[in-house]
């Protein structure tokens, strides 16, 4: 058992925080829902409507737990009434059951963007948006909207119906009771959550359980990692660390190599519960929206893996690719992968691979296996490898 101020090595520390983010060997399946372990693991479940490989929130499970059918996961996270959607990290999903921790953050919103919508036009279109939805039920955008859409784009120029509709699901009186093409149905909150889902909790309180939360999902962590899982600022999060200190929920450690900016131990806690494994070696392929890298500062803490997503980077100017995955390898990041399923083809592209300078002498072979394994995940037949960049795989081979 740990005790305060013990001192954790820079191996120990990655093995607890993998084996709290659910890498923790054989996957502990269940007949019906084998992506059931991972999303109590991780809480939250961030969405990303970048669709080149798969969807961001079907790779958290894949990473964990391998193949799996995401239809029975788009089932339980839009249809089950048990997760719904909001702003917890970015865009996620998060059980319904936890949504009224995040109420403080909607009345913040509602608090700094009201004079927003005290003009007659945004006013008149927050009351038409509530009229249309509480008149007709759950619906997508194109269908509340009456102003002609003209060469407005999917994801620019939005329309004052847009506008209204975002910010009466920021502010939660609106939520999404499912998608279409990943475009959300709306609909008002009292028609689709339970009451106890609308109930609120005082702000101190909530900012308490989401922060034990990110502790119990991140296993070992700085007082920044602890906020940034919720997107919560230090100042919200050090009186709930204080008190889960306090209480011995969480432990006061030292990480080896773990420094602040002044060069001092960074003050880091480990979870009363969070287990230090002797051996944990996972091979994983991550998205770029996974908790294990999502805060850069931690991955490069952790892994001293430096990773910027380049989406939005010229092509020009791009280093790695434009949707590098992180390569796990033996529970270290070990290189990035850029890929693109190309469905009509029915293979899996490489457009470049790449290890890390310290990348184990299997890295390649993983690297094999586990884009096999991907490929098969995803309906794919073959994986076809550009030849870019200083992974050296074979120039093709097949699904596993």
């Not at 994986?383 to 081979?397: E, I, K, Q, R, Y």
Request: glycine share 8%; aromatic share 10%; proline share 6%.
């Amino acid at each position: 058992m740990l005790r305060a101020r013990d001192t954790l090595s820079a191996a120990e520390a990655r093995r607890i925080a993998l084996a709290a983010q659910g890498f923790s060997g054989a996957p502990r399946l269940r007949a019906r829902r084998p992506f059931d372990p991972a999303l109590e693991r991780l809480h939250v479940l961030q969405i990303d409507s970048v669709n080149v490989f798969a969807r961001s929130h079907y790779l958290p499970v894949f990473s964990r737990h391998g193949g799996y059918d995401p239809g029975a996961l788009d089932r339980l996270l839009w249809r089950s009434g048990e997760y719904t959607e909001y702003w917890a990290h970015e865009a996620a999903f998060i059980p319904v059951a936890d949504r009224p921790l995040f109420g403080w953050r909607m009345d913040d919103f509602r608090a700094r963007h009201q004079r927003d919508w005290r003009t007659r036009a945004g006013a008149g279109a927050v009351e038409n948006v509530r009229a249309r939805l509480a008149a007709g039920g759950p619906q997508l955008v194109r269908e509340l909207e009456e102003e002609a859409r003209g060469a407005r784009g999917p994801w620019w120029d939005w329309s004052d119906t847009k506008r209204a509709v975002e910010w009466l699901f920021a502010t939660g009186e609106v939520v999404s009771a499912g998608r279409e093409g990943f475009q959300r149905r709306y609909a008002l909150a009292e028609q689709v959550l339970p009451d106890e889902a609308l109930r609120p909790v005082p702000r101190a309180e909530a900012q308490y359980r989401l922060i034990e939360r990110a502790a119990r999902a991140l296993g070992v962590a700085t007082l920044a990692d602890l906020a940034d899982y919720h997107r919560l600022r230090a100042g919200e999060a050090r009186p709930a660390v204080a008190r889960l200190e306090a209480e011995g929920l969480l432990i006061p450690v030292e990480v080896v190599g773990w420094r602040s900016r002044a060069g001092r131990p960074e003050a880091a806690w480990i979870h009363r519960d969070a287990r230090v494994p002797a051996r944990l070696a996972p091979d994983a392929l991550l998205t770029p929206f996974d908790p294990v890298v999502w805060f850069r500062p931690r991955a490069e803490r952790l892994f001293d893996f430096h990773y910027r997503i380049e989406i939005y980077t010229p092509k020009e100017k791009r280093r790695y690719g434009y949707y590098c995955l992180p390569l796990m390898v033996g529970g270290r990041l070990a290189g990035r992968i850029d890929l693109k399923a190309d469905r009509t083809g029915r293979e899996l592209l490489v457009q470049a691979a790449w290890r890390e300078e310290r990348a184990p002498a299997r890295t390649a072979e993983t690297a094999v296996s586990l884009l096999s394994r991907a490929a098969a995940w995803q309906g794919l037949e073959r994986v076809s490898v550009s030849g870019v960049g200083d992974l050296a795989l074979p120039a093709a081979f097949d699904a596993a």
